[in-house]
């Protein structure tokens, strides 16, 4: 994938999840199915998960010296993705720094404005790697290992659909 292919499927994905957040009433904003995460903690998620990611892509000298890069051939979007469905069916889960309080400090709209700043400022700063960059520099995932940025961007492209979709599903028994 082209990189400013995946800048725009990133900010478009992330910006159409905020959108459709933004389209429920506070009821269903606020429901939670079964003890799952309720909308607005699926928002919550995806500030948490990005704002390491905003911070570390700051400094490129800093992210190669901590994380080193990748030395195999990379994963295409399709094979990542099955990588990722792969770890979630074996139990991974999102680690306790990356899970939303029951109760949110924030409103909707503080948590849809942090996300869409954090989605720009995390594409803008993409923008300064290279391709060769891209797919060389690593980024560790918790469940998923060392993963080039290219790879980790996929995921990050497939992340805002994916919380999307559990939203969805559990407002049908709302």
Do not use: C
Not at 36 to 44: D, E, G, N, V, Y
Not at 135 to 164: R, W
């Amino acid at each position: 994938m082209e990189k400013e292919t995946l800048i725009a499927q990133f900010r478009n994905n992330h910006l159409e999840f905020i959108s459709m957040i933004n389209t429920l009433s506070p009821e269903q904003q606020a429901y939670s199915y079964n003890g799952k995460w309720t909308a607005l903690q699926q928002l919550k998620h995806l500030v948490l998960v990005l704002t390491p990611i905003d911070f570390v892509l700051a400094d490129k000298i800093k992210l190669k010296e901590r994380f080193g890069i990748i030395e195999r051939k990379g994963m295409n979007y399709d094979e990542l993705i099955s990588f990722y469905q792969q770890g979630l069916e074996k139990g991974g889960k999102a680690p306790d720094r990356f899970v939303p309080a029951l109760e949110l400090a924030e409103s909707p709209e503080q948590l849809s404005q942090s996300l869409a700043k954090l989605v720009e400022h995390i594409g803008e700063q993409l923008v300064g790697y290279t391709t060769e960059e891209l797919n060389t520099y690593a980024l560790p995932h918790p469940f998923l290992g060392n993963l080039s940025l290219q790879e980790f961007f996929y995921l990050m492209i497939f992340h805002p659909v994916h919380h999307a979709k559990q939203v969805k599903e559990h407002l049908q028994f709302a």
